[in-house]
């Protein structure tokens, strides 16, 4: 079993940076696939970015490409996201999830609970 716990939300204007952790428990983070997802009011949940096990490969959606970061820190077993100007349609709740077997973690692997990003214009 796998437990997530994001962390980094909050309110900022557009324009701003916020960076986004998640701290996952189990003795193996290492050969986790790790990715973050969110989900705006009234829509379906939608794909940010996610990063293989061994950081060698990483995937970011469109929208956030050169704007959003995604990096890990085995020693920490913490994924980040690291977010850089910020617009209001960023706005959403935030969750990380982790597979073992897909570096684009599935809806039936392990998420968070989310953590609440608002950009205000």
């Known amino acids: 079993q796998v437990q997530l716990v994001e962390s980094g939300g909050g309110l900022v204007q557009a324009g701003g940076s916020l960076r986004l952790s998640c701290a996952a428990s189990g003795r193996t983070f290492s050969s986790y696939h790790m990715g973050w997802f969110r989900q705006a009011p009234g829509k379906e949940r939608e794909f940010v970015a996610a990063?293989?096990?061994?950081?060698?490969?990483?995937y970011s959606a469109d929208s956030v490409k050169g704007r959003f970061t995604i990096s890990r820190d085995n020693a920490k077993n913490t994924v980040y996201l690291q977010m850089n100007s910020l617009k209001p349609e960023d706005t959403a709740v935030y969750y990380c999830a982790v597979s073992t077997h897909r570096v684009v973690p599935g809806v039936d692997d392990y998420w968070g609970q989310g953590t609440q990003v608002t950009v205000s214009s």
């Open positions: 990063m293989s096990w061994s950081g060698g490969a990483t």
